[in-house]
């Protein structure tokens, strides 16, 4: 169902037997706030198009060398970092967990990719990144896969599958989610700015 990258023409396996791993594509933009805190991170669209994560790195390195602006900067809109199968603009992406094998070399790829997304520096990553970037475009895979093509059902469940890792293999991430959960439905002091950046974020997740 991924098909092969259309930058690097290589499948799922071949990605792999080169320590890469494939994404899906994304559209966002960002204000200079998702420096220090990436639940500002908007997601304006994810593109059904599955590329790996090496090959958006080395596309965004020939485009950025272009256009200084490529990936769109703080408050602006550029021209993109790669092309979706349909020519959309892309200036993100998202590394996906398909399977276990998979997802070792997957999860050892998003540090760069996340701080790039957040910060446009490769050397910007935070962990809060981590777990706070794949959960905003959970919310952009749910509205899309509402009375969407199968494509986005199927992007939504790889993606909700990815959000499910994460609370695995963290256990005190799972266990301060589930603790702030049950502080955000119960308390209003738990629902300020400064407990909770993104009300909007926790709120569509908790439902």
């Known amino acids: 169902m991924l098909g092969a990258c259309p930058l690097s023409c290589s499948d799922l396996f071949e990605a792999m037997e080169s320590a890469d791993c494939m994404c899906v594509g994304l559209d966002v933009s960002r ?37 200084g602006e490529a990936h769109g900067g703080f408050n602006s809109t550029g021209a993109g970092l ?41 050397m910007g990553y935070q962990s809060s990144q981590y777990f706070t970037v794949p959960f905003i475009v959970l919310l952009k895979a749910l509205e899309k896969a509402e009375g969407g093509t199968q494509i986005f059902k199927s992007i939504l469940s ?14 005190e991430f799972r266990k301060n989610t ?13 629902r300020t700015a400064d407990v909770v950046p993104s009300s909007h974020t ?3 997740l908790r439902c």
């Not at 204000?31 to 994560?53: G, N, Q, Y």
């Not at 090496?54 to 485009?63: K, Q, R, T």
């Not at 998202?94 to 790039?116: C, D, N, Q, S, V």
């Not at 790889?158 to 959000?163: A, N, P, Q, R």
Request: net charge negative.
């Open 202 to 204: 926790s709120t569509q």
């Open 82 to 122: 790669a092309q979706g199968l349909g020519r959309e603009s892309i200036n993100a992406v998202m590394p996906l967990f398909l399977f276990k094998e998979h997802w070792e070399i997957a999860r050892r790829k998003t540090p760069p990719i996340y701080g790039f997304i957040c910060t446009l520096d490769i």
């Open 178 to 190: 589930i603790e702030s959960i049950i502080e955000f439905a119960k308390n209003p002091i738990s």
């Open 158 to 171: 790889m993606v909700l599958e990815t959000c499910k890792q994460l609370m695995l293999f963290n256990e």
């Open 31 to 67: 204000s200079e706030a998702c420096i220090a805190d990436p639940s500002r991170l908007v997601v304006k669209d994810i593109i059904p198009t599955f590329m790996t994560a090496d090959s958006f790195l080395d596309s965004s390195v020939f485009a950025l060398r272009r256009d």
